[in-house]
């Protein structure tokens, strides 16, 4: 059951094309998250939703209904913006209420149905203070709280986490997942911030000026990027050039430089170039001497970054590319020990590279 | 949203802009024994500049308006420099004090001064009692009387604006110029002054164009002695109805200020230090 | 080296500073030590105290009058410039940036052009329309410029206003103009309270302009005016200070009101 729909939706600012051409379908109860760089578009799109903006082209349906020319006061979401937006001439309370006073709910009712959403986000005795008097993570759950009550059909948020600490947009963000499972509330979430995306979502939407680049579910368009503004918006890759020398069955021999690697590749040509893409967690660096093979090659490690829960290594090729790896910190002789400077194995699993189209490589 | 315009805009029909259109037409009648006719004349206009009297009482007011905005610039600037450099606190008795005169009357400060600069004013009382003078000093009913009480009235605009224009210089700026070298007074001229230049064009507009329209503080403080553009267009509509006469010097008078807010502002964009 | 000369020029100022401020405020404090003269003539310093002068204009019925006019004036225009006043400042805002420039100086000419002027037109067109000398007359020509005032100090409001509490508004279902009232106007109170403030004292003390229209109704200005030239008696102190101190409050109530609703942004 589709909740939210645009399609071919795009908006001009004078010449500029902020958004362009993009359609979507979001199900009811979905967490899908409209993921980017700055003036990507992401913003734009979500205050096209709510209806601040009008589309210059395209159609968008909430339920079936088509809302391009409804006012945002009639159409049934809730938004949460990254400065909180409270009102600060009202308390607490009169906050969340506001929605259910716009709706004429009064009395007994709103007071109950004000109450419940302070417990859903849990911020019990606070009803009377006033904003200012909040912290932020405070501030941004009365937020949560005003748009939730009104029991909105979509749930709206514009990098509400942004302006909090690191430790409290954590905790936050589970917060935001668990009761978006408990509501089965549609929510659509922007952010620039790539992990944030990947934890809170049940799809992703990466856009890239004005344009959709690609949408599906986390795992996918981390392991399947289809072009190499995903891949790299989505974690660090190394990045190899190399050309087809063998086919057999599906997989393809591809040199890059000194690697030799078999990767499942359809529709290729032999002496066709490619562009693969290897996540540094799937190089796998062991002391010892270095082995040639498929996948396997020697190299020298030219500098170690400590980061705690993890380490990340640039090792250096016998052609000079640069690799790098990254290692979970399990204090285990395979990973410690590694040190600036060693000659190393460098093992890459077939399974764990992928090739860009030719075009998309960049 | 626009229609909200509408109840000034009205308004602004009856009280301002016909009002306006009335004095420039009027500004064409003739006026003889008492009665204006409506006509298309410049007999009024070749008045201002033929009869020596009027145009000197013109000439008189423009140079009181160009010493009353210098003096309110010297006066203003340094007030405007402790308030930057103030914290928040005294910043808010400056803005209390520099503020609050603004908000008294024109009369009530006339009446104030007219106790200070009399001829047994206190000024007067003072110095005779502390033997530095024998006689009163002349302080009223002469220019110098006008001036002081004038930009006691218009400091205030003066130095708002350039404190707005220096609280928008980047303080690293000066501390940039001064780890460079320069002492704190070239420092002073070469970096903080032109960069509030915005700051002075807009003081100096505003209080040269209230300078140019001053009639009651020369009527108290000048008594017969000072006489102003703005005084002669009172007493001509009041005591003789010259409808005429009258509308032709307010005319010349705006062409003035228009003149000299042109010529202000464009020294303000030719200063500018692009940003 | 620097140290000293910066120090040296930080007391120049300071000194100057002091000196202008003594200047600025000293005369009204020796007005206003004046209207508190038992005395029957003027001379400072009182040789005696006491609030005669006062009770006297309380009790004189010219006074009165002028002082209840003039206070009937601004408080009819006062809320009237600001509902105007916001209005077009509203629609400045919101509106189309052509064209914006042009009818925000038209606003505020009335505030800048000469008086005098003004004054003149004025008195040829209520000449027609028979509004000199009548209440409704004075209340035109003081609203037309008691608006520039409300459009500057709310205009400036609501240029630094962050819209998103106004968005909130909208999307939790309430119309433009019922987020305008129940947020956008509250939260810019502080504009709101100093064009308020400013329209009132302009148009209490308005001279020039009324001085033109009026013939036997006399606001306190021009009662005072008047009689400089044959009642020079302490009841012109006497006056003058009551002016000075309601001007004083309203002061006061500005600047620390506005500072406390804005928190202090302006000054900081």
Redesign the interface.
Known sequence: MTAVSLEGVAKRFGPVLAVDGISLAIAKGEFVTLLGPSGCGKTTTLRLIAGFLRPSEGRIAMNGRHIESLPPHRREIGLVFQSFALFPHMTVADNVAFGLRMRGVAGEERRRRVGDALDLVRLVGLAESYPRQLSGGQQQRVALARALVIRPQLLLLDEPFGALDPQLREHLQQELKTLQKKLKLTTLFVTHDQAEAMLLSDRIAIMNRGKLEQIGWPKDIYEQPRSRFVAEFMGRSNLLHGKVTAIENGFAQVEAGTLTLEIPLEKARTGESVTLLIRPERVRLRRGPAVEGIGRCGGVVDSVFYLGSSLTYKVALADGTLLQATQSNTGEEGASGIEQGMAVQVEILQQACFSLKGDEAG | MLWLLLPSATLYVVTFVIPLAIVIVFSFASYRAGVTTLGLSLDNYRAIFHDGVTFGIFAHTIRLAIVITAACLVVGYPVAIAMRRARPRGRLVLLVLIVSPLLTSVIVRNVAWLLILGRTGLLNRALLDLGLISAPLRLMYNDLGVVVAVVHVYLSFMILPIFASLSAIEPSIEESAMSLGATAWRTFLQVTLPLSLPGIIAGSTIVFILAMGIYLTPVIMGGNFVVTVPMVITDLVHNQFNWANASALAVVLLFVIGAAASALNALGRRGRVPS | M?ER??YR??R???F??AL??I??????V??LM?SFTAESY???PPASYGIRWYRHIFSDDEWQRAILLSLGIAATVTPLSL???T??A???D???LRGRRA?YT??I??M??????????????FLWLDLTDRFLGFA??H??IT?PYA?ITVGASLASF?R??E??????????W??VW??TL??I?PGLVGGG??AF?TS??E??IT??LATYHLTL?IQ??NS?SYQLDPS??AV?GL??MI??L???V??FRG?VASG?RV??
């Open positions: 620097m000369a910066e020029r930080g120049l100022v300071s100057l500073t202008t401020l200047f600025l405020v000293a005369p009204l020796v007005l004046q003027l001379a400072f509902g105007f006043g209005a077009a509203l629609a400045l919101r509106g189309p009818f038209v606003l000419s009335p800048i052009l000469p008086g005098v002027v003004l004054g003149l037109g004025i008195l040829r067109v035109l020509a609203l037309t608006i459009v962050d998103s509490a968005e909130a508004a909208r999307s939790l279902g309430a119309s433009p019922r987020a129940h947020v509250p939260m109170r403030i400013f004292i209490f003390d001279f020039i001085y033109f200005p005072i005016f400089l012109i102190a003058s002016t000075i001007t004083a309203l002061t006061t500005l600047v500072q202090g000054l900081r």
